[in-house]
């Protein structure tokens, strides 16, 4: 028996059923996860578990944790997705709850985060309110390098509307979050919650949600982490202030 997660199903007052609807599985894939501890289940679904839980995935697989520990200079990947959008929106989830001293949204548009993750404006004010600093970088949605970009996604719906959107949803925080626009992430989207991070680098005619994407972890000075992370920073001192007509959603 996995007596760990049989032990955290009881703490936590959620039956197989709940459990298998939080984890988008069937039920009797709960029942086996249980009876047979061998069995290790995909990473998302250790992640919504273990969100749904409120216990950590070492704690209730540690067959998996043992396995994914690396030494080599590689230890920093967590998981690599070949889409964006097969990132589990719990990771997101979790990522962005966790993380207390410093997120950092460097995605051109970051349209996506919007629609998919709820009450994330409310959550951001929070963040902020408690200490966290939290920095939004977006494209200029009048740049060239948006135009040029527009023109190479060729998609209805446009990179500078979408950017529109980001600045209309960080107007209505009142200046909570730290935002600035900039030309040099049209190409890699950097996503920091403390010590994680989400890194996409956007592939030729495709939009940020079919491009390849890392979880990283820190574990080291100057590893991949920090690179990505001197690589915000940089960006950040060399951005500009937003604009109050594009603040205000008006071109």
Known sequence: MN???????TKAQITDHELAARCDVD????????TQ?????HSRHRWAASEALGEEEAVLWPTAAKRAVKVGPDREVVEVFPYRSAVPASLWRT???RAEERLDF???????????QARFGTVLRRKAERGARVRFLVGDPDSEVT???????DVPLTLSTRIRVTLAELAKLDGAVDARFSD?????SVFRFDQDMIVTPLLTHSVGHDAPT???RRHQNDGMFDRFAAHVDELWTRGRPLREEDSDGQA
């Open 37 to 41: 501890p061998g069995r290790v289940p």
């Open 3 to 9: 007596e760990a997660l049989r032990r955290a199903m």
């Open 147 to 153: 135009r040029a970009r527009e023109r190479d996604e």
């Open 184 to 188: 040099g992430h049209a190409y890699l």
């Open 106 to 116: 460097a995605g051109y548009t970051n349209y996506f985060l919007w629609l998919e």
């Open 27 to 34: 039920t009797k894939t709960i029942g086996r996860w249980i």
């Open 214 to 216: 890392l979880h990283l």
């Open 95 to 97: 990522l962005i709850t």
